[in-house]
Nanobody
Framework: QVQLVESGGGLVQPGGSLRHSCAAS????????MGWYRQAPGKQRELVAG???????NYADSVKGRFTISRDNAKNTVYLQMNSLKPEDTAVYYC?????????????????WGQGIQVTVSS
């Protein structure tokens, strides 16, 4: 069984910074892609940033230059460093993983999601 456990989040003033982490647990051998999505009230969930196992990244235009995604493959953990936060970054942030292979060679299809963490940017 694969689980994603997130930490981080919180309340921060505009211009501030936050760092999230998301650790995947289970008998995992590799994860192809990990990423962060967010969902603001009344809006659809959207991609914030993604990173592949070899380090290729992509970002939403709205966060380029402010957010940085990284991962530690040995720990099956992905991070999101958020700087220069704006009120419009307020949302619930979700960790995502797909392309999971466990130590027995079993492939876990589909997307796995973390529980979501609240980020509020407000003065």
């Amino acid at each position: 069984q694969v689980q994603l456990v997130e930490s981080g989040g919180g309340l921060v003033q505009p211009g501030g910074s936050l760092r999230h982490s998301c650790a995947a647990s289970g008998s995992i051998f590799s994860i192809n892609r990990m990423g962060w999505y967010r969902q603001a009230p009344g809006k659809q969930r959207e991609l914030v940033a993604g990173i592949t196992s070899n380090g290729n990244t992509n970002y939403a235009d709205s966060v380029k230059g402010r957010f940085t995604i990284s991962r530690d493959n040995a720990k099956n953990t992905v991070y999101l460093q958020m700087n220069s936060l704006k009120p419009e970054d307020t949302a619930v942030y979700y960790c995502n993983a797909n392309g999971i292979v466990d130590r027995y060679g079993r492939i876990y299809g589909g997307d796995y999601w973390g529980q979501g963490i609240q980020v509020t940017v407000s003065s």
